[in-house]
């Protein structure tokens, strides 16, 4: 059985499911079919971005401007969606997940061009994406009686017992594990965190590969800037304010190496359902939501040292630096 799950995905799997009976012995009704339904739609948001965080941190970067990215395209399109009410979803979509993948070239090109730290650029684009969202709203919020119900109807369409947002988390997470395993670009991402010296060597493009890692999280951020301002039903400058830092601990969580090329899609998709069941839970259990961060902040805490002790790794180096020939 362990050799189809891995030890590190079996471990949390167990924790979430430790913490669920733990929480169902005290309120039954946590574990009701429609409960689980609701923590998961909740979890949606977080998965999906927690995904494209994935690919960025395998190449050894980090973006922090997942969250204001998201904002942004949030409130573009809801003030399209008042301009233009009649607009069909699927554009509303398109231009979401584009305008999404432009902020994350942007982050890419600084990173690869200018080889200045992802950390640096990240934290300069998330500060001007906010300030871009005060500026074209006026500080002003986008309201659920100014937005058209197709626009906010959509995400929470039930089809299969399932809202249309857990829909898109699921197939987001089947496309990236197809994606990961299966193409070129999966390997290249591994092989560019893992080692990016040898991958040189193979003739992969370190500094290309991150810049469409960070396209696409842009993308997953564009696609659930959309997707959060139209089940919510409201649009406002700091929606989603300090939800990057969720997302990096989802990412960290479930395993993903912060030096890179260690980790996969279930354990990233197991660290951001771990973070959302504590999410619902502690209310449930009459905790303060608070207890969050500090819970969250111990979790990432040993996730990291788990992480130092499984990467330490024996042998030599027997490559040097190629990354400043290309």
């Not at 398109?94 to 992802?118: D, E, F, H, R």
């Amino acid at each position: 059985m362990m050799r189809f799950i891995p030890v590190r995905e079996a471990i949390l799997g167990s924790a979430i499911l430790i913490l669920i009976i733990l929480v169902a012995s005290r309120f039954a009704g946590f574990v009701a079919p429609s409960n689980l339904v609701n923590v998961f739609n909740d979890t949606a948001p977080l998965i999906i971005l927690a995904l494209g965080q994935m690919v960025v941190i395998l190449t050894r970067c980090i973006d922090l401007s997942v969250a204001a990215n998201l904002a942004l395209t949030g409130m573009a399109v809801a003030m399209i969606n008042v301009a233009m009410p009649g607009l069909p979803i699927p554009v509303v979509i398109a231009i979401a997940v584009l305008m999404g993948g432009i902020m994350g070239a942007i982050n890419g090109v600084l990173v690869w061009k200018l080889s200045i730290p992802p950390i640096v650029v990240t934290l300069g684009t998330m500060t001007i994406f906010r300030g871009i969202i005060f500026l074209i709203s006026d500080g002003k919020w986008v309201n659920s009686h100014e937005m058209s119900a197709a626009f906010t109807g959509f995400p929470r369409a039930v089809l299969l017992g399932l809202p249309a947002l857990s829909w898109i988390a699921i197939m987001t997470v089947i496309v990236f594990g197809i994606m990961m395993a299966r193409t070129q670009f999966g390997r290249s991402i591994f092989a560019v965190g893992g080692n990016p010296h040898a991958a040189v060597y193979t003739g992969i493009n370190v500094g290309k590969t991150q810049f469409w890692a960070f396209v696409v999280s842009g993308a997953l951020a564009g696609l659930t800037g959309y997707l959060w301002v139209a089940r919510y039903a409201v649009a406002y400058v700091d929606i989603a304010g300090g939800f990057e830092l969720e997302v990096v601990a989802a990412c960290v969580i479930g395993g993903i190496s912060i030096a890179g090329g260690i980790g996969s899609v279930g354990s990233a998709v197991l660290g951001a359902i771990f973070l959302g069941v504590v999410k619902n839970a502690l209310p449930v259990v009459n905790i303060s939501p608070f207890w969050q961060l500090a819970i969250s902040g111990s979790a990432i805490l040993i996730a990291v040292a788990f992480n130092a002790r499984s990467g330490r790794t024996k042998g030599r180096i027997i490559l040097k630096s190629a990354e400043a020939t290309q």
